[in-house]
């Protein structure tokens, strides 16, 4: 089935490590996002991408960082620099930048930091 | 920040209509209105988006003013299921560039009560 998928489902990762967080998508979408949802809260974008080997900070990227290296999957690492990476992370995909399309999301990683 | 005001929170009888409004006064020529919904721990799903008419689809209605500063989403036989945070966005149609992305407020959590 087309989709995208997020994994794991569920992280744990000790305070000052780096941890990747996966995205991949079977859409065929150029645009692909990351989002970060803290309880409670709405979602905030962290980075996004319209195409492959090209992307752009969000609203909240200090402290991560991605690569697009394939149409497919985008990637996203939490450094030791994020102040405070526990947090709900979505990743979501559309066909394109900005036209009349809707984003499709995936089911999320919960990223604990202990 | 979201362009968009919801209110907080919202009850709604089993098999009842609910309706969720939405304002976004600033609203552009070329924005659409998109509503989304998450269920707890998952991510969000897509429902509906509109320009300027009227939208119906198998999930849902969506009722833009004539103005555009303001739209309901309509469940018409609300279930338990849809017991949920309502999103609603205002998303430009253009592409490429941070325009296109979707930017979440804190939505409605709807309570859908037996």
């Known amino acids: 089935d087309g989709g995208i998928t997020q994994s794991p489902k569920y992280l744990f990762r000790k305070e000052g490590q780096n941890v990747t967080l996966s995205c991949e998508q079977n859409?065929?979408?150029?645009?692909m996002y990351w989002y970060r949802q803290d309880p409670g809260q709405g979602l905030r974008l962290i980075y996004y991408?319209?195409?492959?080997?090209?992307?752009q900070k969000g609203d909240i990227a200090e402290g991560y960082s991605v690569s697009r290296e394939k149409k497919e999957s985008f990637p996203l690492t939490v450094t030791s620099a994020q102040k405070n990476p526990t947090a709900f992370y979505l990743c979501?995909?559309?066909?394109?930048?900005?036209?009349?399309?809707?984003?499709?999301f995936g089911q999320g990683t919960r990223l604990t930091v202990v | 920040d979201a362009k968009t005001t919801q209110p907080p929170s919202m009850d709604c009888a089993e098999g009842r209509a609910a309706n969720l409004p939405c304002n976004h006064s600033?609203?552009?020529?070329?924005?659409?209105v998109y509503w989304y919904r998450q269920i707890h721990s998952q991510g969000p799903q897509y429902i509906i988006h509109?320009?300027?008419n009227n939208e119906t689809n198998e999930m849902a209605s969506l009722i833009i003013t004539e103005d555009r500063k303001s739209s309901t989403l309509i469940l018409p036989h609300a279930t338990l299921r849809d017991t949920a945070v309502y999103y609603c966005?205002?998303?430009?149609?253009?592409?490429?560039?941070?325009?296109?992305?979707?930017?979440f407020g804190k939505g409605t959590k709807l309570s859908v009560k037996p």
């Open positions: 979501a995909s559309s066909p394109s930048g900005g036209w009349n399309t809707e984003a499709f």
């Open positions: 859409l065929n979408h150029d645009a």
């Open positions: 991408s319209q195409i492959v080997n090209d992307f």
């Open positions: 600033t609203i552009s020529g070329n924005e659409y």
């Open positions: 509109g320009l300027k």
């Open positions: 966005i205002v998303r430009v149609a253009h592409y490429g560039g941070s325009q296109g992305n979707l930017i």
